[in-house]
C-alpha cells in the first residue's frame, strides 16, 4: 500500500480542504459495496433456496422409504392402526403410497383422505421448476398439502407421500434469513476493510491535494505553500507532480506580473510628468514662430510638430495604463450615420487627397456602446488614411477607404477595406498587442490592441482579411459583432 506522503508546508494547510465535503467518498463506497453484496445475495438466493427445499424434501422421502419397508415387511393389512398412525407422523406424513409395476399400495392413511394443492416429482424436477416451486412455496397461502414423488425402495416404480407444507415453509424461512444476516455481516466486514483501503490509498492523498489547493489558491504568492510531491508512482502522484508544477509556474508568473504593475505604474508616472514638461516646451516653442532671426522662425513649426508627436505618445500611454475602459452601455445606434460621424473628424487630414466612402446601407442598425463602437471605427479608418498618406495608394487607384456592412447571422459585419498598400508584414504577426504591432513611423502601436480590446468587451472580433481588399488591394479589416451585442468579456450587459 502506497500512503503518498505528499507535504504541505506553511499555515491554514490542512482542514480547509474538506470543509465543503458532506457525503464523502467513503461513506458512497462502503455504501455501494453493501448494495452491490446484497444484489449479489439476492441474484444467488434463488437457486440456493430451491437447493435447499429440494434437500429437505429427500429427506422426507428418506424417512417415507424406511416406513415403507416397515410395512412390506409385516403381512398385509397386519400393522396395528396407532403404530401405522405414529409411523406416518413421524414421516410427517399423511399418506405413504408405494407403486410398483402392478399394484398402486397405499401403505397407510389418516382418517380423512387429505387434499392435495400442490404436486411435485422429485424425480424430473429440473432447476426451474424447483425455483419457482420454492418460491410458490414461500409466498403461497398457510396450510397447503404438498404431494411428493420420488424414487422408490425394492424395486417399485415411486413413492409417494402427501406432507404439510408448513414445516417445509419455515425451514425455507429459517433459512432465508439466516442467509441475509450471514450476506449483510459479510458484506458489512468487506464495506469496512473497503473503506479502510479506499481512506489510506486514495481519500488521504486526495485530502492533501485538496488542502494543498485550496491553500495556495488563498495565498498564491506563498511559495511555502506549494505541495511537496510525495513520489508515489499511482495517479494521485502524478497528479501531485502536475499540481507542484502548476503552482510554481503560477507564482512566479505572479511575482512577474507584479514586477511588471510597479514597472507600469513608474512608466506611468514618468510619462505624466514628461508630457507636462513637453506641453510647456510646446508653448515657448510657438512663440519661436514671432522671432526675428529668419532661421529661428523657420524651425520653430517643425521643433512644434515634434513635440506635437511626443506630447501624443505620452497622452496615448498614459490613457491606455489607465487601468481598465468604463464598462459599456448598450443601445440601438445607426451604423451609416455613425461612419459619417467618423469620417467627418478624420475628413480634414485626408482631405483632397483620401477619399472616405460609406456604402454601410441605412438601415442596419447595431446593439452597442456609441463611443465605443465610435473609437473601433476611428482607429481602423485613422489607420488606412495613415498608410495612404504615407505610401499612397497602388497604382491606377485613387487613394479610397471604403466602408460596407451587411446583417450576418443574426449580427452585423463590418467591413473596412482601403487601396493602401496593406499592412506589412513585421506588423501582422502581433497585429492586435498593445506595443507590438506598429510599423509606421510616428505610430504607438496601440490603436489596433485598443479597438480589438473593445470589440470583444462587445462580445464580437476584430481581425484582418489574409486576401487584399477586393477591388482597391490595400488592407481588409472585419469587425463581427454578435446579435445581442451584450455578451461583454467583463460580463457587462447594461441597457440605458
Ligand atoms: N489599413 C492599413 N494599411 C496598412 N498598414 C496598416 C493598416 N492598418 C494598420 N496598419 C499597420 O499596423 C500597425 C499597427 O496599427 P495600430 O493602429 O495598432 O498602431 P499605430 O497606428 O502604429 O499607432 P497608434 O497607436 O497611434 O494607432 C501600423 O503601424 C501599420 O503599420
Ligand atoms: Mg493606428
Not at 432 to 443: C, L, N, W
Request: hydrophobic content about 50%.
Amino acid at each position: 500500500m502506497d500512503s503518498g506522503e505528499a507535504r504541505i508546508v506553511g499555515p491554514g494547510a490542512n482542514s480547509i480542504g474538506t470543509a465543503g465535503v458532506q457525503f464523502g467518498l467513503g461513506g458512497r463506497i462502503a455504501a455501494l459495496v453493501i448494495v452491490f453484496a446484497l444484489l449479489a445475495e439476492i441474484a444467488i438466493s434463488a437457486p440456493t433456496i430451491a437447493n435447499f427445499r429440494n434437500a429437505w424434501l429427500r429427506d422426507r422421502l428418506a424417512a417415507a422409504n424406511t416406513a415403507a419397508l416397515v410395512f412390506a415387511a409385516a403381512p398385509a393389512d397386519m400393522v396395528p392402526e396407532d403404530l401405522a398412525r405414529s409411523i406416518l407422523s413421524s414421516v410427517g406424513a399423511h399418506l405413504i403410497v408405494l407403486k410398483t409395476k402392478e399394484t398402486r399400495r397405499l401403505l397407510a392413511a389418516s382418517d380423512m383422505p387429505p387434499k392435495i394443492d400442490e404436486a411435485f416429482d422429485l424425480r424430473t424436477a429440473g432447476l426451474m421448476e424447483s425455483i419457482t416451486a420454492a418460491f410458490r412455496c414461500l409466498f403461497a397461502p398457510e396450510g397447503r398439502i404438498l404431494n411428493l414423488i420420488g424414487p422408490a425402495p425394492m424395486g417399485a416404480e415411486y413413492i409417494e407421500i402427501a406432507i404439510d407444507e408448513a414445516p417445509l415453509r419455515k425451514a425455507m424461512t429459517d433459512y432465508s434469513v439466516t442467509m441475509l444476516l450471514l450476506t449483510l455481516m459479510i458484506s458489512g466486514a468487506a464495506a469496512g476493510l473497503a473503506l479502510f483501503a479506499l481512506r489510506r490509498m486514495v481519500l488521504a492523498p486526495v485530502r492533501r491535494l485538496t488542502d494543498s489547493i485550496t491553500a495556495f489558491g488563498a495565498e498564491p504568492g506563498n511559495a511555502t505553500l506549494i505541495i511537496e510531491p510525495s513520489g508515489a508512482s499511482h495517479e494521485i502522484g502524478v497528479a501531485e507532480r502536475a499540481l507542484a508544477t502548476m503552482q510554481l509556474s503560477l507564482l512566479r508568473e505572479l511575482s512577474r506580473a507584479k514586477h511588471l504593475a510597479a514597472l507600469g505604474l513608474a512608466v506611468a508616472k514618468i510619462n505624466h510628468d514628461l508630457r507636462n514638461i513637453l506641453t510647456s516646451a510646446q508653448l515657448l516653442s510657438d512663440r519661436m514662430a514671432a522671432l526675428s532671426d529668419p532661421l529661428g522662425r523657420s524651425l520653430a513649426p517643425r521643433l512644434v510638430a515634434t513635440l506635437d508627436r511626443a506630447i501624443s505618445y505620452c497622452q496615448s500611454t498614459l490613457n491606455y495604463g489607465k487601468a481598465a475602459e468604463r464598462d459599456p452601455v448598450f443601445a440601438r445606434l445607426a451604423l451609416a450615420p455613425l461612419i459619417d460621424e467618423v469620417m467627418a473628424t478624420l475628413t480634414p487630414r485626408g482631405e483632397g487627397v483620401t477619399r472616405l466612402i460609406n456604402e454601410a446601407p441605412r438601415d442596419v442598425e447595431i446593439r452597442a456602446d456609441q463611443e465605443h463602437l465610435f473609437r473601433i471605427l476611428l482607429n481602423i479608418i485613422r489607420n488606412a488614411v495613415d498608410a495612404l498618406d504615407s505610401a499612397g495608394p497602388r497604382p491606377g487607384i485613387g487613394a479610397i477607404v471604403r466602408v460596407r456592412a451587411q446583417r450576418e447571422n443574426g449580427g452585423v459585419l463590418v467591413e473596412i477595406a482601403d487601396s493602401g498598400p496593406g499592412v506589412p508584414a513585421r506588423a501582422r504577426a502581433r497585429l492586435f498587442e498593445a506595443f507590438q504591432g506598429g510599423a509606421r513611423p510616428g505610430g504607438v502601436g496601440l490603436g489596433l490592441a485598443i479597438a480589438s480590446d473593445l470589440v470583444r468587451t462587445h462580445g464580437g472580433e476584430l481581425s484582418l482579411s489574409d486576401e487584399p481588399a477586393p477591388e482597391l488591394g490595400g488592407a481588409l479589416f472585419r469587425i463581427v459583432l454578435p446579435a445581442s451585442g451584450a455578451r461583454g468579456h467583463n460580463g457587462n450587459s447594461r441597457s440605458p
